[in-house]
T-cell receptor, first 112, second 116 residues
Framework: GQQLNQSPQSMFIQEGEDVSMNCTSSSIFNTWLWYKQEPGEGPVLLIALYKAGELTSNGRLTAQFGITRKDSFLNISASIPSDVGIYFCAGSRGGAGNMLTFGGGTRLMVKP | DTGVSQNPRHKITKRGQNVTFRCDPISEHNRLYWYRQTLGQGPEFLTYFQNEAQLEKSRLLSDRFSAERPKGSFSTLEIQRTEQGDSAMYLC??????????????FGSGTRLTVV
């Protein structure tokens, strides 16, 4: 099935470092979402973006909705061990059902 | 409210057997979604309901798959004659519609199916 192109696939960083990951698509989305998933659990919403160019923060997390509406990035500042998990971008074209198309995920590992 | 609840959490079945999963959404949510997630991939949309009506089905949902939401509350997903390729995490999610700003869904913890 179609998925968004998410990079990098994995990151292994030192505690305290900043992290950046991004997501691109060949088509336009009206809403971009970023989720975090921990082992054995479902994805949990971190940030939702609704307008091209929008920059939104949630604590140490900052995400941007690309101007072309075909990309988004997520930054995590001053990483801590509990940031470990898989981060997924997801796009919605809106419409009746708001179905989501997900990226392949970025696995983040943080070394204390 | 305990969030979206899925049962069972894990299911191991032999190839060819039928399996059924249950999802209990957040009580006031009228939309319910099923997604499938294979190892190392993001979730992929399968189907969704608004109240009891099934409004969209993905091409991923073969004839062996059927989903119901008979009273607009809980939902079941049945897979008949399971194949090894059906091994995956099956995620249920719910949301309240209409919403002025789509705020994503609330996902359950999933049912992990292993077909041996």
């Amino acid at each position: 099935g179609q998925q968004l192109n998410q990079s990098p696939q994995s990151m292994f960083i030192q505690e305290g470092e900043d992290v950046s990951m991004n997501c691109t698509s060949s088509s336009i989305f009206n809403t971009w979402l970023w989720y975090k998933q921990e082992p054995g659990e479902g994805p949990v919403l971190l940030i939702a973006l609704y307008k091209a160019g929008e920059l939104t923060s949630n604590g140490r997390l900052t995400a941007q909705f690309g101007i072309t509406r075909k990309d988004s990035f997520l930054n995590i500042s001053a990483s801590i061990p509990s940031d470990v998990g898989i981060y997924f971008c997801a796009g919605s074209r809106g419409g009746a059902g708001n179905m989501l198309t997900f990226g392949g995920g970025t696995r983040l590992m943080v070394k204390p | 409210d305990t969030g979206v609840s899925q049962n069972p959490r894990h299911k191991i079945t032999k190839r060819g057997q039928n399996v059924t999963f249950r999802c209990d959404p957040i009580s006031e949510h009228n939309r319910l979604y099923w997604y499938r997630q294979t190892l190392g991939q993001g979730p992929e949309f399968l189907t969704y309901f608004q109240n009891e009506a099934q409004l969209e089905k993905s091409r991923l949902l073969s004839d062996r798959f059927s989903a119901e939401r008979p009273k607009g509350s809980f939902s079941t997903l049945e897979i008949q004659r399971t194949e090894q390729g059906d091994s995956a995490m099956y995620l249920c999610a719910s949301s309240l519609a209409p919403d002025l700003n789509f705020n994503g869904y609330t996902f359950g913890s999933g049912t992990r199916l292993t077909v041996v």
